[in-house]
């Protein structure tokens, strides 16, 4: 039997397809999901290290792939290019600016005085750790302590 595995970076997704000897029988695999393809592929580890150094437990990806990983615990990395503040919400907005950004971190009002100024944040790359949430088809991680966001100095 031989395999073949090809994965459309693209558009996200992988085909396998597999044939024994004899053409008697066709296997077609499709993965649609990206986390699935990383997993298959061996690439995926979940003991990642922080940008301080610490071993988290969790795994780090990058803005654009926080939308296939609802409900997940984990890190994200990225840009902050965009922070909106209202006197009863904070966006932080990731890699650009709203409705085009990739993905957000909200601070609500009764946390705001924890966080302090949060256009410290802005035009730069930060490290932020919590479980990946949606509204309005918008992912998010809800900020509740400022040890979940760390500037990334590199």
């Known amino acids: 039997m031989r395999t073949v595995k090809v994965i459309f970076p693209a558009f996200l997704m992988m085909i396998s397809v597999s044939c024994s000897n ?8 499709i993965k649609k999901n990206y986390s699935e ?23 780090i990806i990058r803005p654009d792939e926080v939308k296939f990983h609802t409900g997940d615990s984990l890190i994200v990395r990225g840009y902050i290019a965009d922070i909106y503040l209202s006197e009863k919400v904070a966006y932080l907005n990731f890699e650009n600016s ?23 944040y802005k035009n730069k ?11 309005k088809n918008k992912s998010q991680i809800i900020l509740t302590s400022k040890d ?3 500037i990334i100095h590199d």
């Open 98 to 120: 709203f409705p085009k950004n990739l993905f957000s971190c909200v601070v609500f009002e009764n946390k705001f005085r924890e966080f302090g100024d949060l256009s410290v």
């Open 125 to 135: 790359r930060a490290e932020v750790r919590g479980k990946i949430t949606t509204y």
């Open 37 to 59: 393809i990383k997993e298959d592929s061996g690439r995926e580890s979940t003991n990642e290290i922080s940008s301080s150094g610490e071993k988290t437990g969790l795994k």
């Open 22 to 29: 004899d053409d008697s029988e066709t296997e077609i695999n």
């Open 148 to 150: 979940q966001i760390k």
